[in-house]
């Protein structure tokens, strides 16, 4: 367990990053955080970087002559562009896995390949190339789908179908994408998501808090999925689960990764659906998760930065990461036409939430004008209320969207309802 001090890079500038960077600065290791690129908000927690944050060669660079003691990945298109590959060529610690180990979350065809020679659960499925293929998988489903775009698509590469006209028009808009020139067909699974996300050093497995995403837009779970419009920590697990997704997903993967030589040191996430025949994985992220992370971080009774080192090191302790008592509820706030086209410029007056006890705003997609705070991005704002319990979470975040002065910004009035047994109030 490393106890000397650090400086830090961290790379990303969304919602996840600006709650990485409030986590580092509050560790008494830190001596000093950089961002890059950053955000208007983070640089009063990081010096903000003029660094292109997908160029290797550059990050590499800049850690090097600044004695970089920690690289920090947060997004996922760094990973995929092989910046920690880069950075600990040149000898630098980085928190974030290999570009090969990170086709986990890049790929989805080589993390459904990785799931089944594991033996790990996960939906029956079929990898196809072009429109033909793929219509014939989802017909053979009967139209009760999950289209997934193999590639990066900023969480919105998953289309769920429950008939076949769904699915067919599914097919055709993820086949006209980048990420979707090979499609994923997958049997549609029906149960709770639980979203668990992990420290490894590639050897050793620490693990956080459970969390739920609520990834679609609207209400009811209604509309198209999104990066994520909200998330509760800890999520309940039912008896007996717990042990399941340790000994069933947890445990083959870590023994996966080491038995097909992949270089992991990070935040590993684990997508899994409780169903009724158990915990089945859906998908793996090579970071952590957004928003999830929002929730979870401020449960931590840990310092993260050590943490990271210790990934970073190979010194990682295995075991289950403390966690404070109560729980979290986050909030995100979107521009109007998220997720498929947003309006940006809304002027965003946040004083109406200064000073409330047990909340915290992250911001994702914003930037201070001359006259104060407008939204810039998707997914502007994520409101986080840390409470007693789950309901008092949420009374708080709720509380504090309702004082402030977004006008036009949409949010769903249903996140952790259904984990508090309400529809909406």
Not at 52 to 72: Q, S, T
Not at 122 to 134: V, Y
Not at 322 to 331: D, E, F, H, L, S
Not at 389 to 415: E, F, K, M, N, S
Request: a neutral charge; proline letters at 6%.
């Amino acid at each position: 367990m490393y106890d000397g001090i650090v400086k830090v890079l961290l790379l990303g500038s969304g919602g996840r990053e600006h709650a990485i960077a409030w986590s580092l600065s509050r560790s008494p290791l830190l001596t000093k955080l950089w961002a890059a690129p950053g955000s208007d908000a983070m640089a009063a927690l990081a010096e903000r970087v003029d660094l292109e944050a997908l160029d290797p060669d550059a990050v590499a660079r800049f850690a090097r002559e600044n004695g970089v003691e920690l690289v920090f990945i947060g997004p996922e298109a760094p990973l995929a562009a092989g910046v920690g590959d880069a950075a600990r060529a040149a000898g630098v610690p980085v928190f974030g896995p290999s570009k090969a180990a990170a086709r986990l979350e890049t790929s989805k065809a080589f993390a459904k390949d990785f799931m089944a020679r594991h033996a790990i659960p996960t939906a029956r499925s079929l990898c196809c190339e072009g429109t033909a293929a793929a219509k014939d998988a989802a017909r053979a489903l009967g139209g009760k789908c999950a289209v997934k775009a193999d590639g990066l698509a900023a969480g919105k590469g998953v289309i769920v179908c429950r008939a076949f006209p769904e699915a067919e028009a599914a097919v055709d808009l993820l086949c006209a994408t980048t990420a979707g020139k090979t499609l994923i067909v997958e049997e549609l699974l029906d149960g709770p998501e639980l979203t668990v996300m992990v420290l490894t050093d590639g050897r050793a497995c620490a693990v956080l808090p459970p969390s739920r995403d609520h990834k679609r837009l609207h209400d009811g779970d209604q509309g198209p999925n999104t990066g994520g419009m909200g998330a509760l920590a800890p999520a309940p697990v039912p008896a007996g689960t717990w042990k399941r997704i340790m000994d069933e997903i947890l445990a083959p993967t870590m023994a996966g990764l080491t038995d097909d030589g992949l270089d992991y040191r990070g935040a590993l996430y684990a997508g899994i659906m409780l169903t009724q025949a158990g915990p089945k994985l859906l998908e793996y992220n090579a970071r952590f998760g957004d928003p999830e992370t929002q929730a979870v971080l401020p449960l931590l009774d840990a310092d993260l930065l050590t943490l990271a080192r210790d990934c970073a090191m190979g010194e990682l302790i295995a075991g289950v990461i403390p966690a404070k008592p109560g729980a979290c509820v986050a909030i995100t706030l979107a521009s109007p036409g998220y997720p498929d086209s947003t309006k940006a410029g809304t002027p965003l007056d946040l004083s109406g939430a200064e000073g409330l006890t047990g909340v915290l705003i992250f911001h994702a997609g914003t930037q201070r004008g001359a006259k104060g705070w407008i939204a810039t991005g998707g997914r502007v704002l994520t409101v986080v209320g840390r409470g007693t319990d789950l309901a008092d979470a949420r009374a708080r975040a709720y509380a504090a969207v309702a004082a402030l002065q977004v006008p036009g910004l949409h949010y769903r009035r249903d996140i952790a309802a259904k984990a508090l047994g309400r529809t909406v109030a």
